[in-house]
């Protein structure tokens, strides 16, 4: 995953480069999360790698606030022992943080942090606390706040073979001022691709 205190971020994409769709009816994303999980065997297993590579998750209160933690904890409850779910065990046990300006996620949740004040500062305290590599999921505001300040270290794309027409996106013209390079594309069989860029 790269080395210690680097922050990576992981997101799903469509084909047109949106993390969400507008449009309705729009069918872009493979899977939406839930307990059916059409990823291929080569991909379910990268994305546990993922995940077993890391040292925390950093994630925005909203997220907090709007039950990421608590869905990974029913599935990793669904799936006990079935090695494919690794990864929502992973997301338990892991130390999280959730980064904010101000307030706190509605429900206090295990080994989790809030951290509040601006970014960079909390971010930098997130991988301290993490001591090693930091891996962040989103959302889409939190995501593009990290590459507009050029705190993300390394970016996982998970590009997904459909389109979704318009939407939320995590880019924006002031990527311009940041230099990332290639660090491997991998094509994965339920055809997702799956491209890594680090700063340069």
């Not at 039950?67 to 929502?88: I, K, N, T, V």
């Not at 046990?93 to 509040?116: D, I, Y």
């Not at 705190?151 to 939407?167: C, D, Q, T």
Request: aromatic share 10%; hydrophobic share 45%; glycine share 14%.
């Amino acid at each position: 995953m790269g080395g210690t205190g680097r922050l990576v971020v992981a997101m799903q994409v469509s084909a047109d480069g949106y993390v969400d769709s507008e449009v309705p009816g729009a069918n872009w994303q493979l899977w939406n999360w839930g307990p059916q999980w059409p990823w291929s065997a080569d991909l379910r297993a990268s994305f546990n790698g993922l995940l077993a590579g890391a040292s925390g998750i950093l994630l925005s209160r909203p997220m907090a606030d709007e039950g990421y933690l608590g869905h990974w904890e029913r599935m990793a409850a669904l799936h006990p022992a079935d090695a494919d779910w690794e990864f929502s065990r992973a997301i338990g046990v892991l130390p999280k943080f959730a980064v904010s300006r101000s307030g706190r996620p509605a429900r206090r949740w295990p080994r989790t942090e809030v951290l509040n004040g601006e970014l960079a500062e909390t971010v930098a305290r997130a991988k301290e606390r993490a001591g090693g590599a930091l891996l962040c999921f989103g959302g889409a505001g939190l995501v593009s706040a990290l590459l507009r300040e050029g705190l993300a270290e390394e970016l996982r794309l998970f590009v997904n073979p459909g389109f979704a027409g318009s939407g939320g996106s995590v880019f924006g013209p002031w990527l311009v001022r940041h230099a990332y390079r290639a660090g491997g594309v991998t094509a994965y069989d339920c055809g997702i691709v799956e491209s890594r860029w680090s700063r340069g």
